[in-house]
């Protein structure tokens, strides 16, 4: 915290600090895991309308509903890596993933 023209303050890592928990409690974990996936659906979103699809047409390409595709541009959660690169090939993306275990050396899917 900081006082700038008599006022306190705070950076966004100190409210989240102070409003969800510290980094690495189950609370921070689930809050940032929870945006990345919202982050994912709205990637998701921009890159569908970039390419003049509809959700319906997107759908279609990957054999799922309308209605699964806006679940997965809303938030990004229920859905399965199969539908996920189904949805990332239709959309002609490049796919990184990178997993990071405990003590051990990270795993790099590209």
Avoid: C, W
Wanted: net charge neutral; proline share 1%; hydrophobic share 35%.
């Amino acid at each position: 915290m900081k006082e700038v023209n008599g006022k306190k303050v705070y950076s966004l890592d100190e409210m989240l600090d102070k409003h969800i928990g510290e980094p690495v409690t189950t609370e921070r974990n689930n809050f940032e895991s929870e945006l990345r996936l919202d982050l994912l659906g709205e990637m998701i979103k921009r890159a569908r309308k970039e390419q003049n699809l509809t959700q319906e047409e997107l759908g279609a390409l990957i054999g799922v509903k309308k209605s699964q595709i806006s679940k997965i541009e809303k938030s990004g959660k229920n859905v399965t890596i199969d539908t996920l690169i189904r949805v990332f090939d239709a959309l002609k993306a490049q796919v990184k993933i990178k997993v990071e275990f405990n003590n051990s050396d990270d795993l790099i899917i590209a």
